[in-house]
């Protein structure tokens, strides 16, 4: 098993920045790659960055690329999503999650944190 747990969301003006972190326990976590995602109400989880298990290989969508940096630490069994550059539309409550391959697909994802929301205003 993997616990998940994400920290950092808030609220945050347009063009402010927000880093939200995501501590990890369990089995071997580090061996997963690791993942970002976002959603609003009434729509599909949406992908926001992935990472290898090495932190040697990322992507992001492309509505956050530039913007955001996903990264890892192992040692700290820490995953980070480094916000910049906010925008209203990045109002979502974020969720990290593991999975044993880099994918940008929900499916692919084992294990999942409760959330955390990050409201950006106007």
């Known amino acids: 098993q993997v616990q998940l747990v994400e920290s950092g969301g808030g609220l945050v003006q347009a063009g402010g920045s927000l880093r939200l972190s995501c501590a990890a326990s369990g089995r071997t976590v580090s061996s997963y790659a690791m993942g970002w995602f976002r959603q609003v109400p009434g729509k599909e989880r949406e992908f926001v960055a992935a990472i290898s298990w090495s932190g040697s290989t990322t992507f992001h969508a492309d509505s956050v690329k530039g913007r955001f940096t996903i990264s890892r630490d192992n040692a700290k069994n820490t995953l980070y999503l480094q916000m910049n550059s906010l925008k209203p539309e990045d109002t979502a409550v974020y969720f990290c999650?593991?999975?044993?391959?880099?994918?940008?697909?929900?499916?692919?994802?084992?294990?999942w944190g409760q959330g955390t929301q990050v409201t950006v205003s106007s």
């Open positions: 999650a593991a999975a044993p391959t880099l994918d940008s697909s929900s499916a692919i994802y084992d294990y």
